[in-house]
């Protein structure tokens, strides 16, 4: 007999930010039963659980799921004293229903966590560490991902990936904002599973800017992994100063930009590294290859200049690939580098996620009655322009 999850409902209704109200009226149970299941007063039962399920569009198998549960407080989602509880909520739900699914799926394929390395190199010291400090772990870090010790990220999305981190599209992900330098995504440091799962805002965000978020997160899963600054500030500064140091090595950033260097020189720069030019300043900054006054001059040229909301020079947008070839893998079939194919009743039902949701996560999955006309309910998904598609970019092959 299948035991139902109360907490499920909980979780779904964060991730929807659906009311008990209209929870009620979408099923026809009151809201005291409600109350009353959520609070394990009462069984949930499954004649329930069924009305909940067709109410949402949610297969009947997630609200039997029992994946512990992730404390929002956890999580390195970029928050603000007005960031609104309902939206802190929906994030914390979706990743911890997305990891769920990841977790579940790795299990299946007998993967295994790729990445002991980050327990050698983590920092556990409770102090704030110092740039050259960060700079020495984000050299490590490349290291570890067979990156040369200089020059660019070719792509930063499958360098991840071939270390088998999970880079996912979310759809409830971070808030809006102004600063092109400011990292829109999510991750728990803390958590110990088959495949780390990062989460990332895709919104209408350039290519720049998402190099620089993953950079980020991938900072956080390494610098506070077993330490928790004072301050979220402090965090978030330390994510800020890994992802600048993993992106562009301090002898790099040395040798292109000096103590004269113009708004030109960052410009030109963001061509060739893929960083936002607000990063870059914020780099050479933190190098202090310009001083305070300089830093400020070109921070005002940049809004005089509308750039701190749009920069020049586009940078394309990269295509996370691992979680679809994983999904199709174990529940379908791999057509190619970019395209696996399944069945959405089935799959959405041994995860136990509804079907737009996984489509969104994989970045693309095919049905298998596509070719019919069938389709299953999507979510939106933003079209992407892979910034390399060859082969020595894709992630390493899946193995049982």
């Known amino acids: 007999m299948v035991e139902y999850n109360p907490d499920r409902i909980v979780l779904m209704r964060r991730l929807e930010r659906k009311t008990q109200a209209e929870l009620t009226k979408d099923t026809g149970i009151s809201s005291a039963k409600i109350s009353k299941i959520q609070n394990r007063i009462v069984l949930f039962n499954e004649a329930d659980a069924k009305k909940i399920a067709i109410s949402v569009d949610y297969p009947l198998s997630f609200f039997a799921m029992k994946d512990v549960p992730t404390p929002p407080t956890e999580l390195t989602y970029r928050r603000s004293s007005k960031t609104l509880v309902g939206l802190i909520n929906a994030v914390s739900a979706e990743y911890e229903i997305m990891n769920g699914a990841v977790q579940r799926t790795a299990f299946k394929l007998q993967m295994q966590s790729r990445l002991q390395w980050i327990n050698e190199i983590a920092p556990r010291k409770p102090d704030r560490l110092t740039i050259d400090e960060i700079n020495r772990i984000a050299n490590q870090a490349r290291m570890h991902l067979g990156l040369s010790s200089t020059g660019a990220v070719p792509n930063m999305t499958r360098a ?147 750039w701190k909301k749009h920069e020049p ?83 390493t092959p899946i193995t049982n």
């Open 160 to 306: 991840l990936e071939r270390a088998g981190v999970a880079v996912i599209p979310m759809h409830s992900s971070g808030e809006a904002s102004d600063y092109i330098a400011t990292s829109e995504g999510v991750c728990d440091p803390t958590l110990d599973g088959a495949i780390p799962v990062i989460g990332y805002l895709k919104r209408d965000n350039t290519g720049d800017r998402l190099r620089f978020t993953k950079a980020h997160e991938f900072g956080h899963m390494i610098l506070h992994k077993y330490r928790r600054p004072k301050t979220r500030k402090q965090m978030e500064d330390e994510a800020h100063q890994f992802a600048g140091a993993f992106l562009m090595p301090e002898d790099d950033a040395r040798a292109i930009f000096s103590a004269t260097s113009n708004l030109s020189n960052f410009v030109q720069a963001k061509s060739g590294w893929g960083i936002a030019i607000s990063a870059l300043i914020m780099r050479a900054s933190a190098l202090n290859i310009i001083d305070q006054e300089r830093t400020r001059s070109l921070q005002i040229q940049l809004s005089a200049r509308g």
């Open 313 to 395: 020079v586009a940078v394309d947008v990269e295509s996370p690939i691992l979680y679809k070839q994983m999904i199709g893998q174990a529940y379908g079939k791999v057509i190619s580098s970019t395209k696996s194919t399944v069945n959405s009743l089935n799959v959405s039902e041994r995860l136990g996620v509804p079907f737009r949701y996984l489509d969104l996560w994989a970045d693309g999955l095919e049905e298998d009655g596509s070719q019919l006309g069938f389709y299953e309910k999507r979510l939106d998904r933003a079209k992407i322009v892979p910034i390399d598609s060859t082969e020595n970019e894709q992630p």
